[in-house]
């Protein structure tokens, strides 16, 4: 195990709504990434935090936004759910001193519907 | 921006055969290149990585190689066991950065 947290494994929700997934880092780790997963497609990298900042962003529209605190932990949230937003949602985290492997978390599975 | 093309997208080999997945990046910059494999219904695992430092890796079974001139990388899965059957990823990224790009996945299947 990774020692990356993400809840809830999983969730239904109506389009137009807000979903919020959270993710605990491994410890030691200061980095959290997340990635957003289709059915049968490779991560796509949403955006990353360090230091309670975001530090980097793909190619996701503004309603895609998080957070990171003081221990690392992060949230994803999602407004205005599209049909297209369901996927497994991934966290991921890293130590910035090791460079840049990351490690994922089991992930939250989002349906919307 | 980078653009990781894997290929094949699925594979089918015998048990105790060699598998092997190849990928190509576009950004010269990338420099570190890690390979997934997940099951179904779980999170990525990683299962080996190289920097661009080395051209080749081995961990028992699996062997990365990395020709950067060419940009492209590979993975090689020798003696291959039911149990490596799983979607395999590839990725790339560079040091200082902090985006990940992965490939597309390949299906791999290993028959008994």
């Known amino acids: 195990e990774t020692g990356v947290t993400q809840s809830p494994t999983h969730l239904i929700k109506t389009r137009g709504q807000q979903v919020t997934l959270r993710c605990s880092s491994q410890?030691?780790?200061?980095?959290v990434s997340w990635y957003q997963q289709a059915l049968g497609q490779g991560p796509q990298f949403i955006f990353q935090?360090?230091?309670?900042?975001?530090?980097g962003r793909g190619n996701f529209p503004p309603r895609f936004s998080g957070l990171q605190f003081p221990n690392y932990s992060s949230e994803l949230n999602v407004n205005a759910l599209e049909l297209d937003d369901s996927a497994l949602y991934l966290c991921?985290?890293?130590?910035?001193?090791?460079?840049?492997?990351?490690?994922f978390g089991e992930g939250s599975w989002l349906t919307v519907v | 921006g980078e653009n990781v093309e894997q290929h094949p997208s699925t594979l089918s080999v015998q048990e105790g055969d060699s598998a092997v997945i190849k990928c190509t990046y576009s950004?010269?910059?990338?420099?570190?290149f890690p390979w997934y494999k997940q099951e179904l219904g779980k999170r990525p695992q990683l299962i080996i990585d190289?920097?661009?430092?080395?051209g080749e890796k081995k961990d028992q079974r699996i062997a990365v190689t990395l020709n950067k001139t060419a940009k492209h990388f590979s993975l090689h899965i020798t003696e291959t066991q039911p149990e490596d059957s799983a979607v395999y990823f590839c990725?790339?990224?560079?040091?200082?950065?902090?985006?990940?790009?992965f490939g597309t996945g390949t299906s791999l299947t290993v028959i008994p």
């Open positions: 410890s030691g780790h200061n980095t």
């Open positions: 991921a985290s890293s130590r910035r001193v090791e460079g840049n492997t990351i490690y």
């Open positions: 935090y360090y230091r309670e900042e975001e530090n």
């Open positions: 950004d010269s910059a990338s420099n570190y």
């Open positions: 990725a790339a990224s560079r040091a200082t950065g902090n985006q990940f790009y």
């Open positions: 190289i920097r661009s430092n080395v």
